[in-house]
């Protein structure tokens, strides 16, 4: 059995090939070759790396001791991005893969602020009626008996007794994320609390929020109008009226109220009041969810690989979870306030509402609260303690069907990102 290596082979050089003795200062003499060709049976290229040796796509790395020829910058014109390889090999594959990745994030974020916004208005509606409504004698705790009322409405008043004022809840959100940017511009107090926070950041923050709600309660109580006034009797108004309604409630102009109207300065501390708090446990149950959901995340990947949709759906769905986790919580612990808040702000509005009990006819509010301590006391002793919760059914109705479609767009997304993969 011969050897593969050539004869006269001494680990350093060939004995039959004339050595550099200038190579390296003769410290490390160099290597000779008779030539080229008689080494080619043994001697291997080695395997192109994309990116070693500054190499193009398209090129093959030269022969040992050929020098390479000199090729244009732009690789093969039938191949410019093979697919095979490591590396970079997968740029197409991995680019379409990122544009997906994004377009369903956000798709994830669409569907979640569609959700949040108009397919769970109807809840909204029929839940301030509800809450306003002190005629009541059903108070609606159970999401059995609000979907009978709703299709009761629906069958009587047609689909927008279900979507009216919709357009105005988000001029007020417009209104208070521009009244909080103008505030945060034009004030040193801080629009986001950094990590290295202190107390007093976090009360200049909380001051900030506070001065937002107050600039926009006027437009918060134009908008419960709009979503509670009866479909029977209400008027076609404008998408602005909202806007022409808070104005008139600030400088005394506009419908006429009448003199149970609470003053807008009794109206700032319940307001205020169930604005922070409400943004305080948000707040809070987001961080806590984030927290769980991440280190939840971080153990799986240590214990087992985690396959590439699984990752991806662990970027977008934690903040998701944890957002639907803090609205809900929040809704659920401050219902009675937000009961006793929409009872004072619609006082004296001369507002006609939908009968909760029967689905047809309407009642007048004509509530004689004096202050937020009245009203918290007469609900008390005439409606008992589950007066502060009524429509709460809406309220599971609401996050049932959010929970719902946040499930269908995780699957949805997953089934996407697997035909992708």
Request: glycine fraction near 10%; proline fraction near 7%.
């Amino acid at each position: 059995m011969h050897p593969r290596r050539p004869d006269g082979f001494d680990g350093l050089g060939y004995r039959s090939g004339a050595r550099d003795e200038q190579g390296f200062g003769g410290a490390f003499p160099a290597r000779s070759f008779s030539s080229a060709s008689d080494l080619s049976h043994w001697v291997t290229t080695p395997p192109d790396i994309p990116g070693s040796r500054n190499l193009h796509w398209g090129e093959k790395s030269p022969p040992y001791g050929v020098p390479a020829p000199s090729t244009p910058l732009e690789g093969p014109a039938e191949e410019p991005f093979p697919r095979g390889g490591g590396g970079g090999g997968g740029s197409v594959p991995g680019q379409s893969s990122e544009q997906l990745n994004r377009f369903a994030g956000f798709g994830i974020g669409l569907a979640s602020l569609f959700t949040e916004n108009v397919l769970a208005h109807p809840c909204i509606v029929l839940r301030r009626q509800c809450q306003v409504n002190y005629h009541a004698r059903h108070y609606h705790l159970t999401p059995f008996t609000v979907i009978n009322i709703m299709y009761s409405f629906n069958k009587t008043q047609g689909p927008r007794a279900l979507w009216k004022g919709m357009g105005s809840t988000f001029i007020v959100q417009g209104v208070t994320l521009g009244a909080e940017g103008i505030i945060s511009e034009f004030t040193p107090l801080p629009r986001e609390i950094s990590h290295k926070w202190n107390p007093k950041q976090i009360g200049e923050h909380l001051l900030l929020k506070s001065l937002t709600y107050i600039v926009a309660m006027p437009f918060y109580s134009a908008s419960l109008i709009e979503t509670v006034q009866s479909e029977i009797i209400r008027d076609n108004t404008g998408i602005l009226e909202c806007i022409k309604e808070g104005i008139g409630r600030v400088i005394g102009l506009g419908v006429p109220h009448s003199k149970r109207l609470l003053p807008l300065l009794s109206l700032v501390f319940p307001t205020v009041l169930h604005g922070v708090l409400h943004y305080i446990i948000s707040s809070v149950i987001q961080k806590i969810v984030l927290l769980i959901l991440k280190r939840k995340t971080y153990n799986s990947h240590l214990a087992e690989s985690t396959s590439p949709v699984q990752s991806m759906l662990d970027a977008y769905f934690p903040e998701l979870i944890a957002n639907f986790a803090a609205s809900l919580c929040s809704d659920v612990i401050l219902y009675p306030l937000e009961t006793v808040l929409h009872r004072l702000h619609i006082q004296g509005t001369r507002t006609i509402i939908d009968n909760t009990d029967l689905g047809y006819e309407v009642l007048p509010i004509n509530t004689q609260y004096e202050g937020m301590r009245d009203c918290i006391n007469t609900i008390r002793q005439e409606e008992g303690m589950l007066g502060f919760y009524k429509g709460f059914g809406a309220v599971v109705i609401q996050y049932t069907l959010h929970a719902a479609v946040l499930q269908i767009t995780k699957i949805i997304y997953s089934t996407l990102l697997q035909n992708s993969v």
